[in-house]
Each structure stands twice: as C-alpha cells, then as structure tokens.
C-alpha cells in the first residue's frame, strides 16, 4: 500500500497494514492538518506543554507572543464573549497577585476585566486557542483530553 492509496478510514481504525500512519501523514480522525491559533508567552510552562502537545499531534500552530504583540483588543472582546471573562482572568498568577487591592476589587464585569486584561496581558489565563478547523472555537488553557476531541471532531 502506498502513500498515496491509505484511505482515512483504514488510518483512523488503525489497521495493522497503515503505514501512513506511521509515517506521519497528518490526518487525525477525520481532518488533514488541523491549524490553531495559539496566543500566550513563550516562557509560560502550560504554553511549552501545549505548543509541545499540539506539534506531537502534527497541529499547525500559528504563535501569537502577548509580550512582544501585545493583546488585539477586537480579540480580547470575542475571548470574552466566548469564554467569559472570570474563566479569561488568571487570579491564580503572579501578575494578579501582584496587583494593589484596589485594582483587584476593580474587576467585577467584562469591561473592567477587558481593561486590566488588556493593560495586564500576563493575568490572562494561558494558553489562549482559536481553533480553525472544524467547529471554530476558542479554549483557555491546556486540555489534552478536550484538545484531542476536537482534532477528531
């Protein structure tokens, strides 16, 4: 059998006789070549072990580094919208922690999430991915299990 003649379906039951499989050819459960937008900081562990996972699942991952680009703020309203901004805002990091209390006690609604966020684009919960394939999506944070579904959709 030959490359090019490995159907999806043997692929994806995973016949003994798909060596395509083996050989990388970048087709999980039912999409070729799933790209993801990938927003976050470099050196943020959960961000390495996701951009790890998702070139270990031969994902295109197109990286969008907060610190260099900063935060696009028409992105930073559809992450809100889509997400919601209490599961968007990191309490548990240090940019959060080091944060006065009054600016703290500040954060009750998307605006003033969407205001510190976009001052504070460290307190935003990592890594951020606006999946293209299949069902666009956006998720927070890294989720192996979730990632995994939605590549076989």
């Not at 059998?1 to 692929?11: D, F, G, N, P, Q």
């Not at 944070?141 to 979730?146: I, S």
């Amino acid at each position: 059998m030959t490359r090019a003649s490995v159907t999806l379906y043997e692929c994806l039951h995973g016949s003994a006789d798909c060596r395509a499989k083996r050989q990388g050819h970048g087709i999980i459960a039912g999409m070729a070549r799933a790209s993801v937008t990938l927003y976050g900081i470099p050196n943020c562990d959960t961000v390495k072990k996701a951009r790890a996972w998702l070139a270990e699942h031969e994902v295109a991952v197109r990286f969008h580094d907060f610190k260099k680009a900063g935060v696009p703020a028409e992105h930073l309203r559809r992450w809100i919208d889509a997400v919601g901004w209490e599961r968007l805002l990191n309490r548990q990091g240090t940019t959060w922690r080091q944060l006065d209390a009054a600016t703290q006690a500040g954060v009750h609604d998307a605006a003033s999430a969407a205001a510190l966020l976009q001052a504070h684009a460290s307190a935003i919960r990592r890594p951020v991915v606006e999946w293209d394939a299949g069902q666009p999506a956006i998720t927070v944070g890294f989720a192996p299990a979730d990632w995994l579904a939605r590549l076989k959709g």
